[in-house]
C-alpha cells in the first residue's frame, strides 16, 4: 500500500493508505485524529476545518497524495502547540465566553477563527463584523452570536 | 397557572436531616418544609438514591374533573401540560436514581437523560453541587445506559429533563449530604445538630474539618434503607441559579469530547448505505455487488432493509464504494409526490371552522398559512456503533430514548432486550433526531447480516434526503372582532403525520385516561397537551388533524408550537392593524398570565418597542408560554434591497433579522447561562424556519442535500445585536427551556417581516417560493463524490 508522509500536528507522520482517500478519513480512520469532525464531506459545513500550512482548509476536500512531506497539517489537537501552550488564545475565549453547546462544529469554528484573524492581519488590519459574516462554519445550535463575540475577544488576545 | 408547593418558611435547617425529627407540618397553609423521601444503598462506599418522579405527589384534582375544549375556560394544556404528564406518567413505573460518593471526594451521577448540547449534564452536576455543599467541578455527571428498569423515565424530550429530575436530583444529595454528616459526628463525637457542611467538607464548632473523601467509607450502608430529608432552601443557595460555564467545555475546544463516530470499537469498521432516489425506496437487485467488493478499502456489502450497506477501512472509501454500486430500485413511500400534492392532501384533511354567520358588525380575519417540510437534521448526521454477535448485542449512540431502542433492536434481533446493551454516547445535536435510533436499529442490522461490528453514518446527503423531517403543515385561522374586541379564534392546524414511536406513545397510552382528550388520537393529545393561547381571545378552538404517513417526520424543537404560535401572533397583528391598535398594547391588553405580560413588558422596554424605523425595517413583537416557562422575542429586520440582495457565493441571504431582544422567564433559572444559551439556539433556529430553511419535495425526494442548499441560519443571517434576559427567578422549580425560544423567534420575526413590507406573509420558509437558489444534486448514485480541489480552498 502506498506510503503517505507529511507534518501533523508538528511531528512527521507516515500513513499506509490509497492516495485518493481524503485526508479527513485519513486523519480519523486512520490516524485515530477525531478533532476535525464530518459534517457534510463536501466542504460546505467546515465541522472538519484544520490548517494547511497555517492557512483553513477542510480535509474532506483533499486527496491524501496531494500532501507532500514537508507540508504541515495542524488539527484543533494541534492548535496550542503553535503558541507553545496548554490553550490557544482563541481556545480561552471560547471557554470564557462559554460558547459551546453540543461542540460537534467547536474545533472546526476555533480553526477557522484563527486563520479569519491571521487572514486579516496579514492584511495589516483588524477583524471587523463584516469578517465575521464570511465564517461559513455550520453550528446547528444555533450559537453563532457567542461565537462572533468569541473570535473578536480571541482575536484581542493573539500576538 | 398555580403552583403545587407550599410556601416554605424561612427557617433553615444545617443539621443531619436524617429521620430523627418527625415530619413537618405540611401543605394546607403553606407552614413548614416539605419532607421527601430519599434511599441509602448497601454499598462500600457512600451511595444514595432517589426516586425519579417522586416529587410529583398527586395529579391535581382538577385534571380529572377539567371538561375538553370548552370555550373560555382553560385548555388541557393550561391544566396538565406535557411536562406534567411526563413528570406524573413516571411515577408508577419509575425507579431510582443514584448518587456515588467516593473516597476521593467526588461525587458520581448517572444521569438517565441524553446530552445533547442543551447542557442538562452541567446543570445536574449543579444541582448534586448545592444539596451537597460541594465544589462544582467535583461532581461527574455521565450519561447512563439504556436502563430498562426505568421504563418511560429515560426519554429525554418534551424540554423535559430538569423539571423531571430537579427534586430527585435534590433528594438523593440530600441524603449524601445527611449520611455524612452523620458520619463525622460519630468520628468527632459532636452532636450531628452542631455540625456543618461547606465546599465537600463537614465543619465541627471547633474547628474541626472532615473532607468527604474520608468520610465515604464510613457514611456508607451495611442494607439499603428509607431516609426522610429536608431540602436546603432557596435562600441558601450559592450555586443553583449562578452562571456556570459548561463542564465539558475543555473537552469541546480542545477536539476531546468523544461523539460516538469518535469512539474506538475494536473492528468497528466504517459503514455506510447506499440509499434509494426516492423516498424510503426498496432494494430489487444489485448488478455488480462482486466488483464493489473488491473495490479498496471495501470489506463487505450487503443488501439490508434500508438499502445496500459497505464496510470498509475508511468512510471516504464507503462513500466511493456506495456511488458505484449499481442498483435496480423499487418504489417508496412517497412516489410521484411534490410540496404541491402534500398541500392539496392537507387541504382536503382541514377540519372545518364553526363559528357561524358572523352578527351585525362583526368583521373577520381569514388566514391560512403554509408551513413547508423542514429538516430536523444535528451537524452530527445519524450514526452508532453496533457490536452484534450470536446471543447478545451492544450498540453506542446518541438516543433519547435509550430502553426504546434497546427494546426494539431486541425484537429485530430476536434477543431478550437484557442481552442488549445500549449505552448512549454523547451527541452533536438533535433537535428531535435522537428521540428516534433509526442508525442504531441500521447498524444492529448490518453488523448481524455480516457477523462483525460496524461504525455506521449517514451521508449528509442522505440525512437531509431520507432522514426526519418536521412535517408539512397548514393553519387555517378565523378570528372575529366587533368595536375592537376579538369575540372568537379558530384555528385548525392540519399536518403531515408526526411520527411519536419513540416510545413516548406507549406513555401517553398509559395515562391518557386521566385527560380530558381521551377520545382523541395520540397526536392530537400531543397538539392539546402543548397549544396554548397566551391570549384572552373570546371562544378559542384548536385542533390539528393528519393525514399522510408516507413520510420520516419527528418532532422539531418545539413540535407544534413554532408554526402554530407564529400564525397566531400573525393574525393579532393583523387584528391590531384592524382595531387601530399597537400591537403590543393589544397584546399586553389581552394577556392571560402576568408572568407573561412581564417578558412581553420587558421585551418592550429593552427593545424601545415602537422606535421610529426606517422604510423597510420593522420591529416584530410575540411571547410564548410553554414547558412551565415564558419567552418574549422582540426582532428587527431589514427588509431594504440593499440587504437582501447581498450576494454571498452559494450561500442564500435575503432579509436579515438586525437585532433580537428577548426575555425568559423559567421560574427557577438554575443555571442562567446555559439559560441563554438555549434562548439563543432557539432564536437562531426561529431566524431558520421563518426566512430560509424549508425543504422542496419533488418527484418524491426532497431536492436538498447540502448545508449550502438546505439553508440553516448562518453567520450572515445572525442578527449582529443579540440581547437576552434572564428575568429573576421567583419560582420553587425550573420550568422547561429548550424548545421554548422557537416558537417565540419565529413569531416575532414573521411579524417584524409583516410590518416592515406591509405584507402578511403565509408561506414559511419565506424564500420557498421563490427559484431554487441551488442546481439540486443527482439522485442516483445518491451521495455526491468527495471533492478534491481542498487545497485551492485555502483561506
Not at chain 2, 438514591?49 to 393550561?78: D, K, Y
Not at chain 2, 470489506?299 to 456511488?323: I, L, P
Not at chain 2, 441560519?713 to 421554548?740: C, D, F, H, Y
Request: glycine content about 8%; hydrophobic content about 40%.
Amino acid at each position: 500500500m502506498p506510503q503517505h508522509t507529511f507534518i501533523l500536528n508538528g511531528k512527521a507522520v507516515t500513513a499506509d493508505v490509497e492516495g485518493d482517500v481524503r485526508l479527513l478519513w485519513v486523519l480519523r480512520d486512520v490516524l485515530g485524529v477525531t478533532g476535525p469532525k464530518y459534517g457534510c464531506g463536501v466542504g460546505v459545513c467546515r465541522a472538519c476545518t484544520s490548517h494547511l500550512n497555517g492557512k483553513a482548509f477542510t480535509p474532506c476536500a483533499v486527496p491524501v497524495d496531494d500532501l507532500a512531506p514537508t507540508d504541515e497539517v495542524t488539527t484543533i489537537e494541534g492548535l496550542p502547540d503553535t503558541v507553545g501552550s496548554d490553550l490557544h488564545p482563541m481556545q480561552e475565549a471560547w471557554l470564557d465566553l462559554d460558547v459551546a453547546q453540543c461542540g460537534f462544529c467547536q474545533p472546526g469554528q476555533i480553526m477557522a477563527a484563527v486563520a479569519t484573524v491571521r487572514r486579516a492581519r496579514e492584511a495589516g488590519r483588524e477583524i471587523t463584523e463584516a469578517d465575521l459574516d464570511t465564517i461559513r462554519n455550520i453550528c446547528r445550535c444555533g450559537t453563532y452570536h457567542r461565537i462572533r463575540q468569541a473570535v473578536l475577544e480571541g482575536s484581542r488576545r493573539m500576538e | 397557572m398555580p403552583r403545587r408547593h407550599p410556601a416554605r418558611d424561612d427557617h433553615h435547617t444545617s443539621g443531619s436531616g436524617e429521620g430523627a425529627t418527625p415530619p413537618a407540618a405540611t401543605g394546607e397553609a403553606g407552614i413548614g418544609r416539605r419532607r421527601f423521601l430519599g434511599y441509602v444503598l448497601a454499598a462500600p462506599t457512600l451511595t444514595v438514591a432517589a426516586q425519579l418522579g417522586a416529587e410529583a405527589l398527586v395529579p391535581r384534582q382538577a385534571a380529572a374533573a377539567a371538561p375538553a375544549l370548552i370555550p373560555s375556560l382553560p385548555g388541557p394544556a393550561e391544566i396538565l401540560d406535557l411536562n406534567e404528564l411526563l413528570t406524573l406518567a413516571a411515577l408508577p413505573t419509575s425507579n431510582l436514581i443514584t448518587i456515588r460518593v467516593d473516597s476521593d471526594g467526588t461525587a458520581h451521577f448517572a444521569l438517565p437523560r441524553a446530552e445533547v448540547g442543551q447542557g442538562v449534564t452541567t446543570s445536574s452536576a449543579m444541582i448534586v453541587a448545592e444539596e451537597l455543599d460541594l465544589p462544582l467541578d467535583k461532581v461527574k455527571v455521565t450519561l447512563a445506559d439504556a436502563r430498562p428498569e426505568l421504563l418511560f423515565n429515560q426519554l429525554t424530550g418534551g424540554s423535559n429533563t430538569t423539571y423531571s429530575t430537579y427534586t430527585p436530583i435534590r433528594v438523593a444529595a440530600a441524603v449524601a449530604r445527611g449520611r455524612l454528616l452523620h458520619a463525622a459526628s460519630l468520628v468527632l463525637g459532636d452532636a450531628v445538630e452542631t455540625l456543618t457542611t461547606k465546599a465537600g467538607a463537614v465543619l465541627s464548632p471547633a474547628g474541626a474539618l472532615l473532607g468527604y473523601g474520608e468520610l465515604a467509607a464510613k457514611a456508607a450502608a451495611l442494607t439499603n434503607a428509607a431516609v426522610e430529608v429536608e431540602l436546603k432552601d432557596r435562600s441558601d443557595f450559592r450555586v443553583v441559579g449562578t452562571a456556570q460555564r459548561r463542564l465539558d467545555a475543555l473537552d469541546a475546544v480542545t477536539g476531546r469530547k468523544k461523539f460516538a463516530m469518535d469512539l474506538q470499537v475494536p473492528d468497528a469498521l466504517p459503514t455506510m448505505i447506499c440509499r434509494p432516489p426516492t423516498i424510503n425506496g426498496t432494494v430489487r437487485s444489485v448488478a455488480n455487488l462482486a466488483e464493489v467488493r473488491a473495490m479498496p478499502g471495501i470489506t463487505d456489502v450487503v443488501t439490508v432493509s434500508t438499502g445496500v450497506a459497505v464496510r470498509g477501512r475508511t468512510f471516504g472509501q464507503c462513500v466511493d464504494a456506495v456511488r458505484a454500486l449499481d442498483v435496480d430500485w423499487g418504489p417508496g413511500t412517497a412516489e410521484g409526490a411534490s410540496d404541491a400534492t402534500v398541500l392539496e392532501k392537507l387541504r382536503r384533511a382541514e377540519l372545518p371552522l364553526v363559528v357561524p354567520a358572523l352578527p351585525l358588525l362583526t368583521k373577520a380575519v381569514d388566514a391560512r398559512f403554509t408551513f413547508h417540510f423542514s429538516s430536523n437534521a444535528a451537524l452530527e448526521t445519524n450514526c452508532a456503533i453496533a457490536d452484534v454477535r450470536e446471543d447478545s448485542a451492544e450498540i453506542w449512540a446518541s438516543l433519547k430514548a435509550p430502553i426504546v431502542a434497546q427494546e426494539q433492536i431486541a425484537l429485530k434481533l430476536g434477543l431478550p432486550p437484557t442481552a442488549v446493551r445500549v449505552h448512549v454516547t454523547e451527541g452533536g445535536g438533535s433537535f428531535g433526531r435522537k428521540l428516534f435510533h433509526d442508525a442504531a436499529h441500521e447498524a444492529a442490522e448490518v453488523s448481524r447480516a455480516l457477523g462483525k461490528p460496524v461504525k455506521l453514518m449517514w451521508h449528509r446527503t442522505d440525512d437531509f434526503r431520507q432522514g426526519r423531517t418536521h412535517p408539512m403543515s397548514t393553519s387555517r385561522v378565523r378570528a372575529t372582532y366587533s368595536l375592537g374586541e376579538v369575540l372568537t379564534y379558530e384555528q385548525r392546524h392540519t399536518s403531515v403525520a408526526t411520527d411519536f414511536g419513540h416510545g413516548i406513545g406507549e406513555l401517553l397510552t398509559s395515562e391518557v385516561a386521566r385527560l380530558p382528550v381521551a377520545d382523541a388520537t395520540f397526536s392530537q393529545t400531543m397538539f392539546q397537551l402543548t397549544q396554548v393561547s397566551p391570549y384572552h381571545l373570546g371562544v378559542t378552538t384548536q385542533l390539528l388533524s393528519e393525514t399522510d404517513k408516507g413520510y420520516n417526520t419527528g418532532s422539531m424543537r418545539g413540535i407544534y408550537s413554532p408554526n402554530v404560535r407564529c400564525a397566531q401572533e400573525l393574525v393579532m397583528d393583523e387584528l391590531a392593524r384592524r382595531t387601530g391598535q399597537d400591537g403590543y398594547a393589544m397584546r399586553r391588553k389581552l394577556m392571560k398570565d402576568s408572568r407573561a405580560r412581564a417578558v412581553l413588558d420587558k421585551v418592550a422596554q429593552a427593545g424601545e418597542w415602537g422606535r421610529t424605523m426606517a422604510p423597510g425595517t420593522a420591529q416584530g413583537i410575540a411571547v410564548h408560554a410553554e414547558y412551565h416557562s415564558f419567552v418574549a422575542v422582540l426582532a428587527e429586520i431589514d427588509c431594504r434591497p440593499a440587504t437582501t440582495g447581498r450576494k454571498i457565493p452559494n450561500a442564500y441571504t435575503g432579509p436579515r433579522v438586525t437585532k433580537v431582544v428577548c426575555a425568559v422567564d423559567v421560574g427557577l433559572a438554575v443555571n442562567p447561562r446555559g439559560l441563554e444559551a438555549q434562548m439563543m439556539g432557539g432564536i437562531s433556529d426561529g431566524i431558520a424556519i421563518t426566512l430560509t430553511s424549508g425543504l422542496h419535495l419533488r418527484d418524491g425526494h426532497f431536492l436538498e442535500g447540502s448545508w449550502d442548499q438546505y439553508f440553516y441560519t448562518r453567520q450572515w443571517n445572525t442578527p449582529p445585536e443579540l440581547e437576552i434576559i434572564v428575568m429573576p427567578s421567583n419560582g420553587e422549580k425550573p420550568g422547561g427551556a429548550g424548545e421554548l425560544a422557537v416558537a417565540g423567534a419565529m413569531a416575532a420575526v414573521a411579524c417584524a417581516y409583516g410590518r416592515a413590507t406591509g405584507t402578511m406573509p403565509t408561506v414559511f420558509p419565506l424564500n420557498h417560493a421563490e427559484p431554487l437558489a441551488f442546481t439540486p444534486l443527482p439522485t442516483v448514485p445518491p451521495v455526491p463524490a468527495s471533492p478534491t480541489d481542498g487545497r485551492d480552498r485555502t483561506i
